[in-house]
């Protein structure tokens, strides 16, 4: 027996009224079934059709000569290239019929390993046109964080680069992938096969036969057209992970058509985006903005979106003004991490350039403070843009909350309104719903959304615990939020164990585990700190078991294993050598006190002596780093 939807009838006349506006190879019996109680959500049931028609196909008639895809190299000085909707069509048919002369069929995975080319966004294209799982690793992460997600995700393929480059600096792509296949062997039997390597830094790499082969060798024999695969509505369209407040980073899976049909028209409505638009947002697509909103949402909408494979400071922190002034963008989608880092630079800077084409400004990944809020507003948009202070995660898929483009009222560092077909609501510490309209509270969703997570890859039973455990019946985000008289939502941060780090999620158990690793390091705790650039750094306390050993020394290897397990960015800013931690009488770490401690709150630690060990929090205030 079918499960009945209780979705109320304004989501489900509204959603139905959107998914109208797809293209699909066979409608849905049922428009949304399951429930946040048993956790079995499903959209469009019965539903047939496939992505990339809705992104490429269908936009053929009209628009075969128009600009898809603007690729802004790493290195101002090489040319900027474009492909058409019609080109990217025949490119994503071409690396389809690759794929499938290299045996790949519906429902294996291939993971992407790459840097910031048109090739990337081909990739996962090719891999929708044929009912594959894609799931990209973005390539910050170290051979060991992939040599993990390939394991859980049991990718057939991975596709890199030969190097990619970053500012000045070439990150060899390629031997790091060797690393992931071949030095943990022990930890588990991969399910990897081939290697295709996109040459683009000319790197000299090690090719090994019968596994590795070139993109562009065997790119030459496949034919420019390829039919489009048809898949179920819930077919799975891809992996994406993530870090959470507990254990190994979870991959998130989001299914095809209500992935679909949120983030085109969550694109659609936040940004308010016009025909000749050139929509620019600075994500690698290695994170879910990259997903969806380089990637599906743009081309969703028939929209021009820009790959820029370089960083905001390389060559010059003029970077991005002079890309807007270039190729004319008029929307910037961004991180305040990265507004907060260019605006240090100087006013000046902006102002060299004529950015007159901007119309909108996007800030997504953390909250933005007021401050980077009013210098983004006048510094880049001149105060004619309006900004949108977009709030979601991974595991929402799309948008939730944010301003739409010149139609909501603008309001600095406020998310605003939840986007029309979507329920957030406050529930106070024991779940109740708070129903006053000004209130502060944690941030759940009440009703299922089309590009809702379906799950955590391999561990259902996770994914209930993760977001479905701690308010009975309610999505919970695990942020913290305030609204206020308009109804508007400010998102406050993380309520967790998790630190937003320049807009990335760190869970603080993973940065602990890594350096656990350390033979010298008997226990550590983990907590974010305000910092000026990145929103929040990552403050460690660590205990040595020899406590002869040169600090210096120990802190650089701390930060070097965390380096080598997670990858750099999840590196700590600070590390406190401490004889102890303060702990409960069972044990149990008390991050709350030493959060107190980092924020320089001391008159807020609270009673300190039912702890276990009382007298190591006077010791951690004396010996705090500056
Ligand atoms: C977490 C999700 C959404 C894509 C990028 C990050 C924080 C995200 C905002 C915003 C305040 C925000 C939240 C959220 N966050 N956008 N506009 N205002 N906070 O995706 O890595 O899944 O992280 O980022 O804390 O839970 P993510």
């Known amino acids: 027996m079918k499960n009945k939807s209780l979705l109320p009838d304004d989501l489900h006349n509204y959603w139905t009224e959107v998914a109208n506006t797809y293209q699909w190879k066979k409608k849905w019996d049922q428009l949304q079934t399951g429930d946040f109680e048993q956790v079995n959500i499903e959209w469009f049931q019965g539903a047939k059709l496939n992505i990339t028609e809705n992104c490429l196909d269908r936009h053929l008639e009209k628009r075969r000569n128009k600009k898809a895809v603007i690729f802004e190299p790493n290195n101002p000085q090489e040319a900027t290239s474009f492909l058409t909707y019609g080109e990217l069509h025949v490119s994503v048919c071409r690396f389809a019929n690759l794929?499938?002369?290299?045996?790949?069929?519906?429902?294996?995975?291939?993971?992407?390993?790459?840097?910031?080319?048109?090739?990337?966004?081909?990739?996962?294209?090719?891999?929708?046109?044929?009912?594959?799982?894609?799931?990209?690793?973005?390539?910050?992460?170290?051979s060991q964080s992939l040599h993990g997600r390939l394991l859980d995700s049991k990718a057939k393929m991975v596709v890199t680069h030969d190097g990619s480059f970053r500012g000045d600096k070439i990150v060899g792509l390629k031997s790091m992938v060797d690393e992931a296949l071949e030095n943990f062997q022990q930890i588990g039997e991969l399910a990897v096969e081939k290697v295709l390597v996109v040459k683009r830094t000319q790197s000299e790499i090690q090719m090994k036969p019968g596994r590795d082969y070139f993109y562009e060798t065997l790119i030459k024999d496949c034919d420019i057209y390829?039919?489009?695969?048809?898949?179920?509505?819930?077919?799975?369209?891809?992996?994406?992970?993530?870090?959470?407040?507990?254990?190994?980073?979870?991959?998130?899976?989001?299914?095809?058509?209500g992935y679909m049909v949120h983030v085109?028209?969550?694109?659609?409505?936040?940004?308010?985006?016009?025909?000749?638009?050139?929509?620019?947002?600075?994500?690698?697509?290695?994170?879910?903005?990259?997903?969806s909103y380089i990637t599906y949402g743009p081309l969703l909408?028939?929209?021009?979106?820009?790959?820029?494979?370089?960083?905001?400071?390389?060559?010059?922190?003029?970077?991005?003004?002079?890309?807007?002034?270039?190729?004319?963008?008029?929307?910037?989608?961004?991180?305040?991490?990265?507004?907060r880092s260019l605006e240090k630079f100087g006013n000046d800077i902006p102002e060299k350039f004529n950015m007159s084409s901007l119309k909108v400004l996007g800030s997504v990944g953390e909250p933005i403070n007021e401050e980077a809020w009013h210098w983004y507003h006048k510094y880049v948009g001149k105060q004619r843009c309006p900004i949108v202070d977009t709030w979601w995660q991974t595991e929402t898929g799309g948008i939730m909350i944010s301003a739409k483009a010149g139609i909501t009222k603008l309001k600095p560092a406020?998310?605003?309104?939840?986007?029309?077909?979507?329920?957030?609501?406050?529930?106070?510490?024991?779940?109740?719903?708070?129903?006053?309209?000004?209130?502060?509270?944690?941030?759940?969703?009440?009703?299922?959304?089309?590009?809702?997570?379906?799950?955590?890859?391999?561990?259902?039973?996770?994914?209930?615990?993760?977001?479905?455990?701690?308010?009975?019946?309610?999505?919970?985000?695990?942020d913290g939020a305030r609204r206020d008289h308009d109804s508007f939502f400010r998102i406050t941060g993380r309520v967790d164990d998790v630190i937003n780090v320049s807009g990335h999620r760190i869970g603080t158990a993973e940065v602990e585990d890594a350096i656990n690793e350390h033979p010298n390091i008997t226990e550590s705790a983990v907590v974010g700190f305000s910092h000026d650039i990145k929103g929040q750094g990552i403050y460690a306390f660590v205990t040595p078991m020899k406590s002869s050993a040169d600090h210096e020394i120990l802190k650089k290897e701390i930060r070097d294993i965390v380096q080598k397990i997670i990858g750099p960015i999840a590196k700590p800013d600070q590390i406190q050598i401490v004889k102890a931690l303060p702990k409960t009488r069972s044990g149990k770490i008390m991050r709350r006190i030493l959060r107190k401690i980092v924020e320089n709150d001391l008159a807020n630690i609270g009673d300190t002596s039912t702890l276990l060990n009382p007298e190591c929090v006077e010791q951690i205030i004396k010996t705090k780093n500056n």
């Open 226 to 257: 390829c039919p489009a695969t048809s898949v179920e509505a819930e077919d799975p369209l891809f992996i994406l992970y993530t870090s959470g407040s507990t254990g190994k980073p979870k991959g998130l899976l989001h299914t095809t058509a």
């Open 99 to 142: 794929l499938i002369k290299q045996g790949l069929k519906k429902g294996d995975v291939v993971c992407f390993y790459m840097g910031m080319t048109p090739e990337l966004l081909i990739g996962l294209l090719a891999c929708a046109r044929l009912g594959i799982v894609h799931t990209v690793v973005f390539g910050g992460f170290s």
């Open 264 to 291: 085109g028209n969550s694109f659609k409505e936040v940004f308010q985006i016009k025909e000749n638009d050139i929509f620019w947002c600075t994500a690698d697509i290695g994170w879910i903005t990259g997903h």
């Open 414 to 478: 406020h998310a605003s309104l939840p986007l029309e077909g979507v329920l957030p609501i406050l529930v106070d510490e024991k779940g109740n719903e708070i129903h006053e309209t000004v209130a502060e509270g944690n941030l759940c969703i009440k009703w299922p959304w089309p590009s809702m997570a379906r799950s955590i890859f391999g561990d259902h039973e996770r994914f209930k615990q993760t977001y479905f455990q701690t308010y009975k019946g309610l999505y919970f985000t695990g």
């Open 301 to 339: 909408n028939g929209t021009t979106t820009v790959i820029f494979e370089g960083i905001p400071t390389y060559p010059s922190p003029a970077r991005f003004w002079e890309v807007i002034e270039k190729h004319h963008i008029t929307h910037l989608y961004t991180a305040p991490t990265a507004i």
